[in-house]
């Protein structure tokens, strides 16, 4: 790669980031709405802009910076209180976050499209409309706080500005005198701040008045603060700082606050001593309430169906597993120099076998090696986790969208944003969770007057939980609305010639709920923005197949609906146990294996043509490998059957041979072979065989799926 084109990588990388992390600080603010403002968050989201402007800048794409750098002029009017944060105000930002993503996005492909480029001029123009509504005019509080001119004179405008927000709260202002060290003052200076921001704002940090002697230095904070004055004399404990209480003037004659800057004006340079920055905001979201737009209407959508997928391929990894895996390779080229030895001294001895002593030592260090390996296996599978609050927090701004523009509200709750998986399968994932979530949308949650008919809370609720369980996430995509409406289903596919009359009522609940997944298969009488058409979770089966996962439905009619996904940590590096049948190999995924069981034919039951065998109290449909892909009837040998489980499903799958577990890298299939059911790649077993690798989840689903489904799909 070119420096220019590194750089550009570099570019959409951080720009990426920022913006994840403004619209996850956006919805922390667009939740505390109607509260007070948490001044560092917003500082935090105004830096935020402020970067992306001077990056997009930098690197020439004007439509970026010209979006960011009026959001950023909205942003600083907000802080400073010259504008509210009103219903507009908020939307408007959140909005930029959606934009400004699909700018980015335009820019890594290298294209410009009018459209999107007319929304990002209207949405800048709507920024500027509201960056020149200024608050009321007030008296200036700071008239009434004993300050001496040449203090006050050193104030930032923002500084000023949350002077007077503490004074307007009733907060007790104290100047706290610390003298620290040269050698290290600014750990100091830090370290105070740590210690008294749990109590109460730093509001500024100046040099002081009354300097240090000649190897020290000194700093006046100005802190406002509820608590009583002990507990702020507790925390300086053991600090080198005192604190004295600011007085206040009689409120004789206080003049009127100044009229706000205008549009275009520089807000002053702060002058800051090192380490005195305060630190960015770092809210974990737990929950985002949508709400419909303020005016009722919804803004247009650049791109209705955009991909919530990662710009970049990046993955930040924490140094300390970087520096983990230089350790194990340093041994490795250890291991591979004893080793090598070896081999010369087994070529120059004149013995036409190696010696006892040779060959132990040949066997430790080939154990050795294994371990190693292992070593630097988990540690690469573990560079490339990323948490799946990544997804989490696009999927939260969506749903605020998607929830204004149909009218409805609703409330997402996250948890297991921690979870991490595999970054391929993180970014496979968006798309399947963004459709599976606009459908509970539209299909599920109710309008709020229909929900209150009902008993029901006005805002409906959409839960989504990640949890491990070994070698396995499970994540769940809950809500509280109407359930699915299973009649509605059975019609339609009776329609649809899937199902006679008579198949349609006679079929199960949990069979006829999964018809949602066929494809082509909606249940809607018209069309909408959000769906109807026919498409969507069909594609999300298909993707989730495609990462060797699984897909189920549970519903409740009024009560709600579950979906359930599960999917394996990595497809990277997998245990596998590899088997034969009719003498042809396979591997299967270790993690998809329960248990291995002896099979004699008597065991074997036979229901409406299909096998099926007892294990333990619980009937399992029998599948035979050979015969599945065409290798004949099958051996009448000594078998196995191999317990496969994917969530609560169950299969016995039949094989004639046991070769071993062993780790393998899992390699795609092109052409015509990539799309074959039951198969999810192939691998090389390192005797020079290539062997195909066993789709787990797409074995079990098309054996516990009736004939109709099998068809379907």
Same mark, same amino acid.
Not at 194 to 222: C, H, M, N
């Given at each position: 790669?070119?420096?220019?084109?590194?750089?550009?990588?570099?570019?959409?990388?951080?720009?990426a980031?920022?913006?994840e992390?403004?619209?996850?600080?956006?919805?922390?603010?667009?939740?505390?709405?109607g509260?007070?403002?948490?001044?560092? @968050?917003?500082?935090?989201?105004?830096?935020?802009a402020?970067?992306?402007?001077?990056?997009?800048?930098?690197?020439?794409?004007?439509?970026?910076?010209?979006?960011?750098?009026?959001?950023?002029?909205?942003?600083?009017?907000?802080?400073?209180?010259?504008?509210?944060?009103?219903?507009p105000?908020?939307?408007? +930002?959140?909005?930029?976050?959606?934009?400004?993503?699909? +700018?980015?996005?335009?820019?890594?492909?290298?294209?410009?499209?009018?459209?999107?480029?007319?929304?990002?001029t209207g949405?800048?123009?709507? %920024?500027?409309?509201l960056?020149?509504?200024?608050?009321?005019?007030?008296?200036? +509080? %700071?008239?009434?706080?004993?300050?001496?001119?040449?203090?006050?004179?050193?104030?930032?405008?923002?500084?000023?500005?949350?002077? $007077?927000?503490?004074?307007?709260?009733?907060?007790?202002?104290?100047?706290?005198?610390a003298?620290?060290?040269?050698?290290?003052?600014?750990?100091?200076?830090?370290?105070?701040?740590?210690?008294?921001?749990?109590?109460?704002?730093?509001?500024?940090?100046?040099?002081?008045?009354?300097p240090?002697?000649?190897?020290?230095?000194?700093?006046?904070?100005?802190?406002?603060?509820?608590r009583?004055?002990?507990?702020?004399?507790?925390?300086?404990?053991?600090?080198?700082?005192?604190?004295?209480?600011?007085?206040?003037?009689?409120?004789?004659?206080?003049?009127?606050?100044?009229?706000a800057?205008?549009?275009?004006?520089?807000?002053?340079?702060? #002058?800051?001593?090192?380490?005195?920055?305060?630190?960015?905001?770092?809210?974990?979201?737990?929950?985002?309430?949508?709400?419909?737009?303020?005016?009722?209407?919804?803004?247009?959508?650049?791109?209705?169906?955009?991909?919530?997928?990662?710009?970049?391929?990046?993955?930040?990894?924490?140094?300390?597993?970087?520096?983990?895996?230089?350790?194990?390779?340093?041994?490795?080229? +250890?291991?591979?120099?004893?080793?090598?030895?070896?081999?010369?001294?087994?070529?120059?001895?004149?013995a036409?076998?190696p010696?006892?002593?040779?060959?132990?030592?040949?066997?430790?260090?080939?154990?050795?090696?294994?371990?190693?390996?292992?070593?630097?296996?988990?540690?690469?599978?573990?560079?490339?986790?990323?948490?799946?609050?990544?997804?989490?927090?696009?999927?939260?701004?969506?749903?605020?969208r998607?929830?204004?523009?149909?009218?409805?509200?609703?409330?997402?709750?996250?948890?297991?944003?921690?979870?991490?998986?595999?970054?391929?399968?993180?970014?496979?994932?968006?798309d &399947?969770?963004?459709?599976?979530?606009?459908?509970?949308?539209?299909?599920?949650?109710?309008?709020?007057?229909?929900?209150?008919?009902?008993?029901?809370? #006005?805002?409906?609720?959409?839960?989504?939980?990640?949890?491990? /369980?070994?070698? !396995?996430?499970l994540?769940?995509?809950?809500?509280?609305?109407?359930?699915?409406?299973?009649? $509605?289903?059975?019609?339609?596919?009776?329609?649809?010639?899937? %199902?006679?009359?008579?198949?349609?009522?006679?079929?199960?609940?949990?069979e006829?709920?999964?018809?949602?997944?066929?494809?082509?298969?909606?249940?809607a $009488?018209?069309?909408?923005?959000?769906?109807?058409?026919?498409?969507?979770?069909?594609?999300?089966?298909?993707?989730?197949?495609?990462?060797?996962?699984?897909?189920?439905?549970?519903?409740?009619?009024? *009560?709600?609906?579950?979906?359930?996904?599960?999917?394996?940590?990595?497809?990277?590096?997998v245990?596998?146990?590899?088997?034969?049948?009719?003498?042809?190999?396979?591997?299967?995924?270790?993690?998809?294996?329960?248990?291995?069981?002896?099979?004699?034919?008597?065991?074997?039951?036979?229901?409406? /043509? $299909?096998?099926?065998?007892?294990?333990?109290?619980?009937?399992?449909?029998?599948? !035979?490998?050979?015969?599945?892909?065409?290798?004949?009837?099958?051996?009448?040998?000594?078998?196995?059957?191999?317990?496969?489980?994917?969530?609560?499903? #169950?299969?016995?799958?039949?094989?004639?041979?046991?070769?071993?577990?062993?780790?393998?890298?899992?390699?795609?299939?092109?052409?015509? @072979?990539?799309?074959?059911?039951?198969?999810?790649?192939?691998?090389?077993?390192? *005797?020079?065989?290539?062997?195909?690798?066993?789709?787990?989840?797409?074995?079990?689903?098309?054996?516990?799926? &009736?004939?109709?489904?099998?068809?379907?799909?």
């Amino acid at each position: 790669m070119s420096d220019r084109g590194r750089e550009r990588s570099e570019f959409l990388a951080e720009s990426a980031e920022i913006l994840e992390t403004l619209g996850r600080d956006l919805l922390v603010l667009d939740e505390g709405r109607g509260g007070e403002l948490d001044p560092e @968050l917003l500082n935090g989201i105004f830096r935020g802009a402020h970067s992306l402007k001077g990056l997009a800048g930098m690197f020439g794409e004007d439509r970026l910076a010209t979006l960011a750098h009026a959001a950023e002029d909205l942003l600083d009017h907000l802080r400073l209180g010259k504008v509210e944060a009103s219903d507009p105000v908020v939307d408007s +930002l959140v909005e930029v976050v959606d934009v400004l993503q699909a +700018l980015l996005a335009e820019a890594s492909r290298e294209e410009t499209t009018g459209a999107l480029g007319s929304r990002a001029t209207g949405l800048a123009a709507r %920024l500027r409309g509201l960056t020149q509504a200024t608050a009321p005019a007030q008296v200036d +509080l %700071l008239d009434q706080l004993d300050l001496d001119p040449a203090t006050r004179k050193v104030f930032t405008e923002y500084e000023e500005h949350r002077l $007077r927000e503490n004074l307007r709260k009733g907060m007790s202002l104290y100047r706290v005198r610390a003298e620290f060290d040269l050698s290290d003052f600014d750990v100091g200076l830090a370290k105070l701040n740590g210690q008294l921001k749990p109590l109460g704002e730093v509001i500024s940090t100046l040099p002081s008045q009354r300097p240090g002697d000649e190897t020290g230095i000194a700093f006046d904070l100005i802190y406002g603060t509820r608590r009583p004055e002990r507990e702020l004399l507790a925390a300086l404990e053991g600090t080198p700082a005192t604190a004295e209480r600011l007085g206040r003037l009689e409120p004789a004659a206080l003049a009127p606050e100044p009229p706000a800057a205008p549009v275009g004006k520089t807000p002053k340079k702060p #002058r800051r001593a090192k380490g005195a920055k305060p630190l960015p905001p770092a809210p974990a979201v737990s929950n985002v309430t949508a709400l419909p737009s303020s005016n009722g209407a919804a803004p247009a959508r650049a791109d209705s169906e955009a991909s919530l997928r990662s710009l970049t391929e990046t993955v930040r990894v924490d140094i300390r597993r970087l520096d983990s895996l230089m350790n194990a390779v340093g041994e490795l080229l +250890l291991i591979k120099g004893n080793l090598q030895r070896l081999a010369e001294s087994a070529g120059h001895s004149s013995a036409i076998g190696p010696s006892r002593a040779w060959s132990q030592e040949l066997t430790r260090e080939s154990r050795a090696l294994e371990r190693k390996l292992e070593e630097v296996q988990e540690g690469l599978l573990g560079a490339r986790m990323v948490p799946l609050g990544q997804v989490f927090e696009k999927l939260a701004r969506l749903v605020r969208r998607l929830a204004r523009d149909a009218g409805k509200e609703l409330e997402l709750v996250l948890s297991g944003g921690e979870v991490e998986l595999d970054k391929l399968i993180v970014e496979e994932l968006s798309d &399947p969770l963004m459709h599976t979530i606009r459908n509970a949308i539209d299909h599920g949650i109710e309008a709020p007057e229909v929900r209150e008919a009902q008993g029901k809370p #006005r805002k409906g609720r959409i839960s989504l939980r990640a949890v491990q /369980r070994g070698n !396995r996430v499970l994540l769940e995509v809950s809500d509280d609305g109407a359930g699915i409406n299973e009649e $509605r289903v059975r019609e339609v596919a009776v329609q649809r010639g899937l %199902l006679t009359a008579d198949e349609a009522r006679e079929l199960p609940t949990r069979e006829a709920q999964n018809l949602i997944f066929t494809p082509g298969f909606s249940t809607a $009488r018209s069309i909408s923005e959000l769906s109807g058409r026919g498409v969507g979770l069909d594609v999300v089966k298909t993707n989730i197949a495609s990462l060797s996962g699984l897909i189920d439905v549970h519903s409740e009619r009024g *009560n709600g609906t579950t979906f359930e996904i599960t999917l394996p940590v990595t497809l990277a590096i997998v245990r596998a146990l590899v088997v034969g049948a009719e003498g042809r190999t396979y591997a299967i995924p270790l993690s998809g294996v329960l248990e291995i069981l002896s099979l004699s034919a008597s065991e074997v039951r036979t229901v409406e /043509r $299909r096998e099926l065998l007892p294990v333990r109290g619980r009937t399992l449909p029998l599948v !035979r490998l050979a015969p599945l892909f065409g290798h004949g009837p099958g051996t009448t040998g000594p078998l196995f059957a191999l317990v496969l489980g994917l969530a609560q499903e #169950r299969i016995a799958l039949v094989v004639d041979q046991l070769h071993g577990q062993q780790d393998i890298v899992v390699k795609p299939l092109g052409g015509r @072979l990539s799309h074959i059911r039951g198969i999810s790649g192939a691998t090389d077993l390192g *005797n020079r065989q290539t062997v195909l690798v066993l789709d787990v989840g797409a074995l079990i689903e098309d054996s516990v799926a &009736p004939e109709w489904k099998a068809e379907a799909l």
